[in-house]
């Protein structure tokens, strides 16, 4: 069900939540945190929507969507929409299009509809602020999300997220090379237990998520770490093996190589975002491991 509640206000959004609450029960109380999505332009809205929907199967949710209509209209204006049951996955979704100096206010807005008693997480799905901790709508939240693939400049976006980290931050590029990270982890601890020498992270130039890949080995390994623009793959060289971890770029199975043994076949499709997402919902604390992976980016060396 969506119901569209145009030209309206605060109050008579909570009262229609309610009303559709005693009318059939459409949207229950069983919340276990409220998410605010923040996108920037309409472009992402439907796309974000659809992923927080698949995540609240894993986390039952408020989803208060942020979206600014009309920045240059003189009046204020708030329109809102409602989205429960089969348009809403397990959660209840409220979107807010903010018009003219209103804007300007979005947490103000955002407020009266956050759930009590209940932690806050706060995503941007493209452009996000240069210190997320301290936008107002970062400030209501103790986990913040931004995702660097979606902006106008991935690498430069990515490589800000260390100046303005505060604990409780990450990006969905950090989420999106778990599995790569811990098929690269699992390689290294195998024999012969040798530090590794050197590395090279290959792929696209405007995929971030290699990036903070790179970041991560540089904090890891004292040899040198290049970050290149090419095929996708994870080159790993210590003493006597190389060890190569790549795929097709729009590829779902990759391919493990290491010197004088075969190779080895194994599932690594991209992530979607509501899995990145997913991820991310799970824990609320700081994330060390990732904001180090951010400051090695500094160590990289890009060709």
Not at 44 to 52: K, Q
Request: include cysteine; hydrophobic fraction near 45%; charged fraction near 25%.
């Amino acid at each position: 069900m969506i119901v569209d509640l145009p030209d309206t206000n605060t109050g008579a959004i909570n009262k229609k939540i309610v009303a559709l609450r005693e009318e059939g029960g459409a949207i229950t109380l069983g919340r276990v945190l409220t998410l605010v999505i923040a996108p920037d332009t309409e472009a992402v809205l439907e796309e974000s929507i659809d992923a927080a929907n698949a995540a609240s199967r894993e986390h039952p949710c408020r989803v208060i969507v942020v979206s600014p209509a009309d920045r240059l209209a003189d009046k204020a204006r708030l329109d809102a929409q409602l989205r429960v049951g089969s348009d809403a996955g397990a959660n209840e979704v409220v979107v807010l299009r903010l018009s003219g100096p209103l804007a300007n206010h979005a947490s103000s807005v955002v407020m009266p509809f956050l759930l009590p008693d209940t932690p806050v997480v706060t995503w941007w799905p493209d452009i996000a602020p240069a210190n997320p901790s301290q936008d107002p709508l970062g400030q209501l939240a103790i986990r913040r999300i931004t995702d660097a693939t979606n902006d106008a400049d991935p690498l430069a976006a990515i490589k800000s997220r260390a100046a303005g980290y505060t604990a409780g931050d990450t990006d969905l590029a950090w989420s999106r090379i778990t599995y790569w990270r811990a098929l690269l982890t699992a390689a290294l601890d195998q024999a012969p237990h040798e530090p590794l020498e050197s590395a090279v992270v290959s792929g696209l130039a405007d995929e971030p998520a290699l990036d903070v890949l790179a970041g991560w080995l540089a904090t890891r390994i004292d040899g040198p770490v290049r970050r290149v623009v090419g095929e996708l793959k994870v080159e790993l060289v210590r003493g006597s093996e190389t060890i190569t971890l790549s795929r097709p770029q729009e590829g779902r199975t990759a391919t493990l190589s290491r010197t004088a043994r075969p190779d080895a076949l194994v599932p690594l499709a991209r992530r979607e975002t509501k899995e990145c997402l997913a991820e991310d919902m799970r824990r609320l604390d700081s994330d060390e491991i990732y904001f180090e992976a951010l400051k090695g980016i500094d160590k990289v060396h890009y060709s």
